[in-house]
């Protein structure tokens, strides 16, 4: 069970086809949008209400912009999911109740765990971004600097209590149609952490650390790659990449954007600037580029596109930041909202990126000054590669196999 954008869903599908090839009927609870990619999955598959796309491009979603800071963004979106969490709540019950076991994503946890409780169900928590509180860094989602270990740590309860409170009107009703008593969200939140309630997050170890101030149950398995099957890239595609150099990669992923025709400008100059092809992924953000330089594209597998391009500038979604890693070339990071700042921190850190971007800072001169290090520094190529073999070595799915079945 997992709602959001296609970033929140896509890993998933990977890691249920695995489950499925170790003997388990996995079905994808998700919005009726990200269907197909169950199907292509081999996966079942049961439709929430909710189109996120489309709530990005309401008004509602369009307020995000106005908000510029980590925790303006948060308190925005966290009121947006609130008025949309009692929506997706029939769905998720009526899904739950054709299942032996619930596997509930960081988005749907808190609602997920209560159906989980009230139809007697073994449950188990998936998340992308290490959203259990630590002192070692501040909470992802809040895309801010570190305040210190005690100042992190309370930052990340508050944060998880945050997460709480999206559900606070859907969780009630629930809990009342399955015949619990009722539970105010934080003592729910710390029930679920006495219990020892056991979450596998779907990131490299090798990219982040599990936190050594976590509590037991709380574990790091790797990362859980979208299922591409034989996907390959469309022969316009092939064509311009074998036309000329490697080029580089633009995309944004599921973001949205206030200004997409000036976005659009400032990355063609900087690839211009710096001497480079580039293909341009349209993605929600709505970006276009023309020229005999410039190929503009569609949704494809970024594991078989990223190892053709000699960079990948992204908004630094945890799926995207790992499929770059994956693939073994350098970055430049974009941030935008939430967790993409900690992400683009991450690739920094790891020497696999020269420096961020930010949206909001984003000009031909940054950009184009970026991709010239990115692309030209071997230190960058040489470190991507390295760490990009490291990634492919690991297995993601089967501590979560393991875990299912001890269960």
């Known amino acids: 069970m997992t709602a959001g954008s296609r970033g929140d869903v896509a890993p998933f599908t990977g890691l249920g086809h695995g489950l499925a090839r170790a003997g388990h009927e996995v079905t994808l609870v998700t919005h009726e949008r990200f269907g197909p990619l169950a199907a292509r999955a081999g996966l079942g598959f049961h439709a929430l209400p909710v189109d996120p796309r489309a709530e990005l491009e309401s008004s509602r979603g369009r307020a995000l912009h106005r908000s510029s800071t980590g925790v303006g963004k948060l308190v925005r979106v966290v009121a947006m999911a609130r008025a949309l969490a009692g ?37 188990l928590g998936l998340n992308l971004q290490p959203l259990g509180a630590t002192r070692e860094f501040p909470p992802p989602m809040l895309g801010i600097g570190s305040w210190g270990g ?28 399955l015949g619990l008593p009722s539970k105010r969200p934080a003592a729910a939140l710390r029930a679920r952490e006495r ?23 709380l574990d790091v398995a ?38 997409p025709t000036r976005t659009s400008t400032e990355i063609v100059r900087a690839l211009r600037r710096a001497g480079l092809r580039g293909v ?18 569609g949704e494809v597998p970024h594991a078989a596109l990223f190892p053709r391009m000699a960079a990948v500038v992204h908004h630094a979604g945890a799926g995207t930041t790992a499929a770059g890693l994956r693939a073994g070339v350098p970055a430049v990071p974009v941030p935008i909202q939430f967790d993409e700042t900690f992400w683009a921190a991450r690739l920094v850190s790891l020497g696999v990126a020269p420096r961020a971007v930010p949206l909001r800072h984003l000009t031909a001169d940054a950009l184009g000054t970026a991709l010239t290090r990115a692309t030209r520094d071997a230190e960058y190529q040489e470190r991507a590669q390295v760490l990009g073999g490291e990634i492919r070595e690991e297995d993601g799915v089967t501590p979560v196999v393991q875990a299912v079945n001890g269960l």
């Open 280 to 297: 341009i992924q349209r993605g929600w953000a709505g970006l276009t580029a023309t020229g005999d330089d410039m190929l503009t594209i």
């Open 222 to 259: 790797g990362y859980w790659w979208p299922y591409d099957g034989d996907d390959r890239l469309p022969d316009d595609l092939l064509r311009f990449i074998d036309s000329g150099p490697p080029p580089v990669f633009v995309g944004l992923g599921s973001a949205t954007v206030p200004d």
């Open 195 to 217: 219990q020892g309630w056991p979450v596998l997050h779907g990131f490299s170890p090798r990219v982040v650390a599990r936190p050594r101030d976590w509590r037991s149950g």
């Open 150 to 177: 005690l100042g992190n740590r309370v930052a990340g309860v508050g944060l998880n209590l945050a997460v709480e409170q999206v559900f606070a009107s859907a969780v009630p009703a629930v809990r009342t149609r």
């Open 87 to 123: 929506e997706m709540a029939d769905d998720l019950v009526a899904a739950a109740r054709t299942s032996d076991a619930l596997l509930l994503s960081g988005s749907v946890a808190p609602l997920g765990h209560a159906i989980a409780e009230g139809l007697a169900l073994p449950s």
